[in-house]
Each structure stands twice: as structure tokens, then as C-alpha cells.
């Protein structure tokens, strides 16, 4: 052994790849907890509703039985099933079991399909703000996140208009999601038809993540495959099947790529959690259903609450979220440093949210993002701790 040992040092692409700036505010509410503060939790990204009882019991089964070993790279074939009926029932959609990949949460999903089809260099349009770590993936296979800056006038979301006017030679596609973290506004049929009309005259790919359906509190949210065939779907059971910790997704993509699509998860994945896998299927129960849409009317009352309650607060909130659990609200009459104030109303009034700096760069620091992931006497708690300072 010499000490002369001198490691070369990191790829460059990691130094791009930023953290989540709210895993600071969590750390920190986690600490000011364990010292004995009460921290109302609204910046987690996550049920808090623990995942429902029969999948947990069917995943316990699935363990006892020796569920224990690789599956199919492409997922256990009874699950893409479930899920080929899942489209049929809930949006009248014929989507054959082969086109569904189960994959390792929508994270998975997004791997897959950067790999799929990033060429280094290459572009893909995203909204700012939007989930940051789709511009990570995109950097990741040597390809780039376009950022459109999206306010309340595009209910910040892309449109057609704004696919072309900020389409480049290096463009490949286009990406959205609706529901959409952080804001929670979605997208209609018209909406998704009209951008797959533009992204399609352009030879290029519409990946829409649907992540937060079965999570729209107004109207049913529409699939992009309802206009599109060919767009590319990345959905997950974490958020309305309530399964984050389990970690598993699935990507519908069109016919002629599950080949390549399967290649590719064989070489990243082999395979998903095979009890997951087994837990999942629960969830389309009749009996588990239930449980889920009484959650889902539970978020649904706790928007109802807390949106006009953020509004007299003095917050903006321009557009109505539409569904997932988040308010996307403008801070600007009270901050122009998010992070800071996040941390400022952590450690004097004990209320955890998350800066918009997470998001993308567009009037970040102006914006803070409220997750209703919290009970309703929580909820209540915080907005009267917030009156008292900013009153
Ligand atoms: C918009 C969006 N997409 C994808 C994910 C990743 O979810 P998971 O990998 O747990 O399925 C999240 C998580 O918060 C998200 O908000």
C-alpha cells in the first residue's frame, strides 16, 4: 500500500445534478422534532396515510410464500394485466398487457425512457417549475432539459404555442405533467390533443407523467393516451395507490419500442420487487379501491381548506390546483429568497414547506410549494401559525 493514491474525481454530469433543497428543511424539522418542537410536516411529497391494509397483507402473503426471487425484467405478467384492464375501466383505453413495463417507481420509468431516447446533446422541453429531477435523468444520458418558463397565464403548464415557439434543432420531444408537480394543474383532452398535434408534426416525442392520477378533485383526469398512442406514459403506485415506499411504477410506451425498452430494463433493473409486484395487484381490488377514494376525498376536502385559507394568508395562487396534493403559491409580497424564508417559518413558527427553488429557476425564489400531505387539524394548526407572522 502507497499513499500516493490520487482518484481522478467524479464525473463532471454530477456536479449538474443539484440536491433537493427541501431535504434541508426536512433534516432540519426532523432534528427541531427529535429536540421536542412541534413541526406541522407540509413538504413531503407523499401520503401521509400508511399503505392500505389489503396490499400490505398481500404482500406479506406474497413473502410467505416464497415471492423472494427475480421476475420478469418487463414486470409479473398478472400485473401488466391488472394494469391493461386499469386503462380499460378507467379511461376506455385498449392498451395491450405487452406495452406496459412495470418498472422501480416512475423514477424507473423516467430512466428507462431518458436511455430510450436521449442521443447526448439532445434536448427535451420541460416546464419551470416542474419535478427537477427529469432535467437530472436528461443529464444524466448526456442530453439536456429545455426549460420553458411557465406561469399562471399557461396554467403553468406547455401548450402548443409554447412547444413551438422554444423548439430547437436539438429538440427531441416535449414533456409534461398532469397533474403536475409542483402546482397541481392538469391538463384537458384538448389540451393534450393539441400538443401532441405539434410535438407530432415535428417528428418528436410526447412524454406525459401522469404520476397524480386518480389524485384530480374537479374532473377525471384524461390519459394523453386517449389522443395520443404514441406518447409515452410514466405512472407509479406511490402517490394514489399509496405505495412510496415499495418503490414501483410502470411506463406504457408505444408497441415498437418494448423491445428496446425491455433490453434496456434487463440490463438496469433485471427486475422489479417481486413482492411488490404481488402487494400491487391488491390495489385494484374492489375492497382497496375504496380505501383509495376515500383518500382521495379526504386530499380533496384538505384542498377545499387549505387553498382559500393560503389565499388570506397573502399568498397568490393564481391557478386552482386541479389535482395531486400540492399549492404551488406566490411568496413575493412576503419573500424574494424561498429557502431562506422556508427555513426562517421552520425555525421560528415550526411549519415545514418547500422553497420553489427546488423546481427550476422560474420565479423560484417567489415561490413556496404547501403539500397537503397532513392531517386537516395539522393543516388548520399551520395556517394559524402562519397568520401570526405574517399577519
Ligand atoms: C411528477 C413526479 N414524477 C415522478 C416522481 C417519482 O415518483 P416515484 O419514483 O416514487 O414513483 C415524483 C415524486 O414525487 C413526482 O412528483
Not at 69 to 79: F, H, M, N, R, T
Not at 259 to 282: G, P, R, V
Request: hydrophobic share 45%; proline share 6%; glycine share 8%.
Amino acid at each position: 500500500m502507497t499513499d500516493s493514491y490520487k482518484p481522478r474525481g467524479f464525473a463532471q454530469r454530477v456536479d449538474e445534478i443539484e440536491p433537493f433543497r427541501v431535504v434541508e428543511v426536512l433534516a432540519r424539522a426532523t432534528e427541531l422534532a427529535a429536540a421536542g418542537r412541534d413541526i406541522v410536516h407540509m413538504a413531503a411529497g407523499e401520503p401521509d396515510f400508511p399503505t392500505a391494509a389489503p396490499i400490505v397483507e398481500a404482500g406479506r402473503a406474497a413473502l410467505a410464500r416464497g415471492a423472494t426471487y427475480y421476475s420478469q425484467a418487463a414486470g409479473i405478467p398478472e400485473l401488466r394485466e391488472a394494469l391493461s384492464c386499469f386503462y380499460a375501466d378507467e379511461y376506455g383505453l385498449d392498451i395491450a398487457p405487452s406495452r406496459i413495463m412495470v418498472t422501480p417507481g416512475a423514477s424507473g420509468a423516467l430512466l428507462l425512457v431518458a436511455a430510450l431516447l436521449v442521443n447526448p446533446g439532445d434536448g427535451l422541453l420541460l416546464t419551470d417549475p416542474g419535478y427537477p429531477c427529469n432535467r437530472h435523468f436528461l443529464r444524466l444520458v448526456e442530453g439536456r432539459g429545455q426549460l420553458v418558463p411557465v406561469g399562471a397565464a399557461d396554467n403553468y403548464q406547455l401548450s402548443a404555442e409554447l412547444v413551438a415557439a422554444n423548439w430547437q434543432a436539438n429538440t427531441i420531444g416535449a414533456m409534461v405533467a398532469s397533474p403536475a408537480n409542483p402546482t397541481g394543474t392538469a391538463l384537458s383532452r384538448e389540451e393534450l390533443a393539441a400538443l401532441s398535434r405539434e410535438v407530432r408534426s415535428r417528428n418528436g416525442y410526447l412524454l406525459v407523467d401522469e404520476i397524480y392520477h386518480g389524485l384530480g378533485y374537479d374532473a377525471p383526469t384524461p390519459s394523453v393516451l386517449e389522443v395520443d398512442p404514441d406518447a409515452f406514459v410514466i405512472n407509479s403506485f406511490s402517490k394514489y395507490f399509496g405505495m412510496t415506499g415499495w418503490r414501483l411504477g410502470w411506463l406504457v410506451a408505444p408497441e415498437a419500442a418494448v423491445t428496446e425498452m425491455e433490453k434496456l430494463a434487463q440490463n438496469l433493473f433485471i427486475s422489479m420487487s417481486t413482492m411488490a409486484q404481488y402487494a400491487a395487484l391488491a390495489g385494484f381490488e374492489p375492497a382497496t379501491r375504496e380505501i383509495l377514494e376515500q383518500r382521495r376525498d379526504l386530499f380533496r376536502q384538505r384542498r377545499d381548506y387549505l387553498l382559500p385559507a393560503v389565499q388570506e394568508l397573502g399568498f397568490t395562487v393564481p391557478c386552482k390546483p386541479q389535482g395531486a396534493f400540492y399549492i404551488y403559491a406566490d411568496a413575493s409580497r412576503f419573500t424574494s429568497d424561498s429557502q431562506k424564508f422556508c427555513m426562517q417559518l421552520l425555525e421560528e413558527h415550526g411549519v415545514a414547506l418547500t422553497p420553489g427553488v427546488d423546481f427550476g429557476h422560474h420565479r423560484a425564489n417567489e415561490h413556496l410549494r404547501f403539500s397537503y400531505t397532513t392531517s386537516m387539524d395539522r393543516l388548520e394548526l399551520a395556517v394559524a401559525r402562519l397568520a401570526r407572522v405574517l399577519a
